[in-house]
């Protein structure tokens, strides 16, 4: 699965495509801004489970695809990279996503693609990993964005 | 010995007498602190707005009364909110002694509750502390830092000197909470606690923080009960936390640690799911405080988890599911109820409808406020009493709904003569189409309708249904009253609609939320706001095909922060599209032409095109009435179109001040 997940997060193309589509939801969005999409299984997480010491830890000798989207001159750009730990990210957030939630996505890259991230996020598919405080992220603009997904940005108490 | 009063020979079980600890409780109610007020210092010292709200509180008739969290540590690594209260040094005593004198004097239990938030802490700090490094699930809590052993072993002295602390300020006892995931949630949880020492892993080594806490704050206040608040149920299960099962192992453990009574929680913060909102049905969580009850028995168990209603409560006492009913948001909402329950006066009871409007304060780091309350918060202001008027005056409302209502039974409070003049034959304004359509739970929202028509009865206040007030009735009418407040609400500005091509084919939403129109099976909802979702909603439910086209952005912008997931949550497992920056342009027989942003174009099918939105105030009788009364106000949504929140709280200041 994970090279399938390769392919598909390097479709840079029709990620970018998807982002255009979007782009209303990224015009606030600071230069610099960055969002990245990684598969789980590399990483060693699951629900429940996180690597010990994970911030520094290596993805073995392979490395991770790794999808990112990154805000410059007013839009938001997809690119992959191939990446050896969560360090060389450099994301203000990650959505850690398991094999078929990424083949999910990629499938609805021309509909719904946020959609359907955003109802495997609730599931506890893609599991959110910030790496900002609240204040850094509203003032780098992701408010649209994270309300997209479903994300209570401003607490949550159900 | 006092004679019962009616009320509390009807609800026996909740009125008898309990026990926690050495003491006797008046009867079995207790506030809970639910959450807290975000009244007091950024530096964690209590206000005197703080201390107004607490005196309410102490006299709301409990037989045990909670104080609001406190975080424990210096550092602050425990605070949650913005204005959370501390307890971490005698500093902050003199005002903890006058709040625990207050309930000692309204004859309750004093409990000091002691709140780190841990995963959800750290405030002012930019980090949180927890057991492990679990990234955060949600970009509103801070990044996580991983306690060492040395840090963990003065935690608990913390925790052990704030009990100390808040009995020397007078309180009977303590009570820590890992309600909602704080701290102690974060060490029971196998979700937050991945460590490999002896304090991680196992249930048993996962539940030894709580254990050494329960051990040190025995030893430092062993002539006081000490509660402690766990979760029956997490809803973290996708993430990969805590079974029920384990939940329940982990409250045996704190009950043979010697624990005074355990209060059953629901759900974190970060939870998928709601626990505690209007779309869960009083009684749901119930099951989870039984099988607590069944598993303890000699246990003194607490619940109130959307358990609002004293009925059900008391029932529940009698059926053995637990010895004390928790409250908290009900009493925010009428800190009567206890009262109005031992008069059985329960129909006068103000409901809490679940808004969230608390919650979603507090998470904008502003003060608590109620939408059914509008003085909690505002205890210290003279503006927010009410009072008896100086002069007495005939006072007309023009509009039944919540603004207009609220301020004739609040002006009527005070001795006002007071006449509502409504156009429609009933009470309620938009309110009630609306409430009927809520997919949560109407009866929450049309308690306040029937609220509203029960008060006017008993206060007297004069309702003229059927009757449109306007130019000719004031002429005929004239100098027969001192006051008029126009709280007429808001419409769908037809005028704004009438560059759509075929805009007269557009019918109204609120006419169709009444059933005064009927519709397709193809809708588009003009307007995402909350009256268009709650339309959309109930008209998919129904079975219609429904795209919302919405011209901002979002949809839902105008819904309070608590209720806007579940709205959206909703609008997609409903499956209903919804068009953002985008604008109808067009309506005719085989649908409507949609804009977009970009200018692209697309015909939507449908045979009904409803218009919820844009909004205008009914602002037109401000002018024709202005050179015909002596007093002229207004207020809700006469002034500008919001909700109900500010329908009500304008009508309630109104109503004061008159």
Redesign the interface.
Request: hydrophobic content about 35%; overall charge positive.
């Given at each position: 699965m994970v090279s399938d997940a390769n392919t598909m997060l390097a479709d840079v193309a029709g990620w970018q495509r998807m982002l255009d589509r979007h782009a209303?939801?990224f015009t606030e969005l600071a230069p610099g801004a960055r969002i990245g999409i990684l598969p789980r299984e590399p990483t060693g997480f699951?629900?429940?489970?996180?690597p010990?010491?994970?911030?520094d830890a290596r993805f073995g000798t392979a490395g991770a695809p790794f999808l990112a989207w990154e805000a410059a001159e007013g839009r938001m750009h997809a690119r992959c990279e191939q990446i050896g730990g969560f360090g060389e990210a450099r994301a203000d957030?990650l959505l850690l996503a398991d094999a078929q939630s990424i083949a999910e996505a990629y499938a609805a890259l021309e509909g719904d693609a946020l959609?359907r991230l955003?109802?495997r996020i609730?599931?506890?598919d893609v599991?959110?990993?910030?790496?900002?405080?609240?204040a850094e992220?509203a003032r780098a603009g992701?408010e649209?964005f994270?309300?997209?997904l479903?994300?209570?940005?401003?607490?949550?108490?159900? | 010995m006092t004679t019962p009063r009616p009320g509390e020979l009807k609800l026996r079980n909740l009125f008898q007498t309990g026990r926690i600890g050495r003491f006797t409780s008046a009867n079995r109610i207790k506030y809970g602190a639910c959450c807290v007020s975000n009244y007091n210092t950024r530096d964690g010292f209590i206000t005197a707005r703080e201390l107004a709200r607490m005196r309410v509180i102490a006299r709301t008739g409990c037989g045990i009364i909670t104080n609001q969290g406190a975080y424990p540590d210096p550092l602050g690594e425990g605070k949650a909110y913005f204005r959370q209260v501390a307890i971490y040094d005698d500093k902050f005593l003199p005002q903890f002694e006058e709040i625990a004198r207050d309930i000692r004097d309204a004859g309750a239990i004093g409990i000091q509750q002691i709140l780190h938030a841990g995963r959800y802490g750290g405030i002012d700090l930019g980090y949180c502390v927890q057991p492990s490094d679990v990234p955060q699930t949600l970009p509103h809590f801070r990044p996580p830092r991983v306690l060492t052993k040395e840090e963990i072993r003065e935690m608990v002295r913390q925790h052990a000197d704030a009990a100390k602390r808040s009995i020397k300020a007078g309180f009977d006892g303590t009570e820590v909470t890992s309600f909602m995931g704080y701290l102690l949630a974060t060490f029971n949880s196998k979700f937050t606690n991945q460590r490999t020492d002896e304090y991680g892993g196992s249930l048993e080594n996962r539940g030894r923080f709580m254990r050494e806490l329960i051990d040190a704050i025995k030893q430092a206040t062993p002539e006081h009960p000490l509660i402690v608040r766990l979760n029956g149920a997490e809803l973290m299960d996708r993430w990969g936390g805590n079974t029920e099962d384990e939940c329940f192992e982990l409250m045996q453990q704190a009950a043979d640690c010697g624990v005074d009574m355990i209060s059953v929680t629901v759900g974190w913060q970060e939870a998928p799911d709601s626990s505690i909102g209007r779309d869960i049905q009083p009684g749901h969580w119930n099951y989870l405080a039984a099988r607590a009850k069944r598993l303890l028995p000699n246990v003194p168990i607490t619940f109130g988890v959307r358990l609002p209603d004293p009925r059900m409560a008391n029932q529940c006492i009698a059926d053995g599911e637990f010895d004390f009913w928790e409250v908290c948001r009900p009493l925010l909402a009428d800190p009567e109820l206890v009262h109005k329950a031992a008069e059985d006066r329960l129909d006068e009871v103000r409901r809490c409808i679940g808004s969230l409007n608390c919650l979603s304060r507090l998470f904008r780091d502003l003060p608590y406020t109620c939408t059914m309350n509008p003085a909690l918060g505002h205890e210290v202001e003279p503006e927010y009493h009410v009072t008896p008027a100086a002069v007495k005056k005939r006072v007309m409302v023009i509009g039944a709904g919540p603004a207009g209502m609220e301020c004739a039974i609040t002006a009527a409070k005070r001795g006002h003569q007071v006449t509502v003049f409504e156009k429609s034959d009933h009470v309620g304004g938009n309110l009630r189409g609306y409430a009927a359509r809520d997919l949560a739970r109407p009866d929450d929202l049309e308690s306040i309708v029937r609220h509203y028509e029960l008060m006017a009865r008993k206060l007297g206040v004069e309702l003229r249904l059927g009757t449109e007030a306007n130019a000719k009735l004031m002429r005929s009418i004239l100098h027969q009253y001192d006051v008029a407040v126009v709280a007429v609400g808001a419409r769908v500005d037809r005028e704004a609609l009438r560059g759509i091509e075929g805009h007269e084919r557009i019918l109204d939403g609120l006419a169709v939320a009444q059933g005064a129109v009927s519709v397709g099976s193809r809708i588009v909802v003009i307007g995402g706001g909350k009256v268009g979702l709650t339309l959309a909603e109930s008209l998919r439910k129904g079975g219609a095909e429904v795209t919302i086209v919405e011209a901002e952005k979002r949809i839902a912008g105008d819904v309070m922060p608590s209720f806007k997931w579940r709205h959206t949550a909703w609008v997609d497992e409903l499956e209903i599209t919804t068009l953002t920056l985008s604008r109808v342009t067009r309506v005719a027989d085989d649908g409507c032409t949609v804009v977009n942003a970009k200018g692209e174009t697309r015909l939507v099918p449908a045979d009904t095109v409803i218009a919820t939105a844009p909004r205008r105030s009914n602002q037109e009788l401000f002018h024709e009435f202005e050179w015909m009364i002596d007093e002229l106000h207004g207020c809700g949504d006469a002034l500008i179109p919001r909700g109900i929140d500010a329908a009500i709280h304008e009508g309630y200041r109104l109503g004061a001040r008159i």
């Open positions: 209303e939801l699951a629900p429940g489970r996180q010990a010491g994970w911030r957030f959609g955003k109802r609730r599931r506890g599991m959110l990993c910030t790496f900002r405080t609240r992220l992701y649209d994270l309300d997209s479903g994300l209570a940005f401003m607490g949550a108490c159900r | -």
